[in-house]
């Protein structure tokens, strides 16, 4: 089993869509969890972080789930601009150790 | 706004000659990474260093590779031999702390190994 896995993807939506992403992680000593969004041939930039109360960011939703081992991403009213490839980040070792899903590639369509 | 910076952009080197990949860390930040990421792949963590040493290293960090902390700014990383699979974009990375906290990337090295 991959340690970080996600929705294959692509997601194609149009713009105002309402779009999830899921990722499943096996190591239970995980410790830190994050979304991280990727455009094409860039660095990955930090999205948000996730906690266990859920938290919230402007149109974007995180949540963990420790006990399914589950983390969400909820884009709302999807704009052109959120188009790229979001990737699931979970750290352990007190945060030395941080694993990469393979990304979840969203197209926004006008 | 401060950032990581990473020399050179790209570089194309012979099989089984050495490279060194260079990052600037943001200033004050204590933890440094390495990251790369084959065309098309994911993102893949080679090492983590803190107080001057080592703290996680990757399957993929073998004896062909190494890291060091030079001076106060710089924080390298060396292939000793390169091979035609390490033909990847290395990221290099800084945090201030290590739980929830932001890792701020660099913008990479495009390495070719020919």
């Known amino acids: 089993r991959k340690e970080v896995e996600q929705d294959p993807g692509p997601f194609n939506v149009p713009e105002g869509a309402t779009v999830a992403f899921n990722c499943t992680y096996s190591n239970s000593a995980s410790q830190s969890f994050f979304w991280y969004r990727q455009d094409c041939r860039k660095e990955p930039k930090l999205l948000m972080s996730?906690?266990?109360s859920g938290n919230e960011d402007g149109r974007f939703t995180a949540q963990l789930n420790r006990a399914s081992q589950y983390i969400s991403l909820l884009i709302r009213d999807s704009k052109l601009s959120d188009s790229a490839t979001y990737l699931c980040?979970?750290?352990?070792?007190?945060?030395?150790?941080?694993?990469f899903g393979a990304g979840t590639r969203l197209f926004v369509k006008a | 706004e401060p950032e990581v910076t990473q020399t050179p952009s790209h570089q194309v080197t012979q099989m089984g000659q050495e490279v060194i990949l260079r990052c600037v860390p943001i200033s004050n930040h204590l933890y440094f990474y390495w990251y790369r990421q084959i065309l098309g792949q994911k993102v893949e963590f080679l090492v983590s260093?803190?107080?001057?040493?080592?703290?996680?290293k990757s399957e993929i960090f073998d004896d062909q590779f190494s890291v060091e902390r030079p001076d106060g700014s710089n924080f390298t990383l060396k292939i000793r031999s390169t091979k035609l699979e390490d033909s990847a974009m290395y990221f290099c990375?800084?945090?201030?702390?290590?739980?929830?906290?932001?890792?701020?990337f660099g913008q990479g090295t495009r390495l070719t190994v020919v």
């Open positions: 990375a800084s945090s201030s702390l290590r739980l929830d906290t932001e890792a701020f």
């Open positions: 980040v979970v750290s352990y070792t007190g945060g030395f150790k941080t694993i």
């Open positions: 996730v906690y266990s």
């Open positions: 260093f803190y107080n001057n040493e080592i703290s996680e």
